[in-house]
């Protein structure tokens, strides 16, 4: 079973950047349909952008060309480079499987703050 680490969130100011990233263990990475996701306090988990195995993103209507996703397969790692942040984005965010709806890894926070 594959798992993920998360990292890369922190604290930044409205406006700021951040870049998280997504290590999957395991040598199937380059064989996933990938996604990032975001939960914010007393909120449900949202889907925020997903990358296929052959690197076409999508994005969620309210990523509005701020965010970018990535990936490298030979680093069996995954990346959501954020600009132009918001309060609304504060949130912990997570990486997984396209559609997989468990195996969760820890997550990493964003908080957008002034």
């Known amino acids: 079973q594959v798992h993920f680490v998360e990292s890369g969130g922190g604290l930044v100011q409205p406006g700021g950047s951040l870049r998280l990233a997504c290590v999957a263990s395991?040598?199937?990475?380059?064989?996933?349909?990938m996604a990032w996701y975001r939960q914010a306090p007393g909120k449900q988990r949202e889907w925020v952008a997903s990358?296929?195995?052959?690197?076409?993103?999508y994005y969620s209507d309210f990523m509005k060309g701020r965010f970018t996703i990535s990936r490298d397969n030979a680093k069996n790692t995954m990346y959501l480079q954020m600009n132009n942040l918001k309060p609304e984005d504060t949130a912990v965010y997570y990486c997984?499987?396209?559609?997989?709806?468990?195996?969760w890894g820890q997550g990493t926070q964003v908080t957008v703050s002034a």
């Open positions: 990358i296929t195995i052959g690197g076409r993103p």
């Open positions: 395991g040598s199937m990475f380059s064989s996933y349909d």
């Open positions: 997984n499987v396209w559609g997989s709806l468990n195996n």
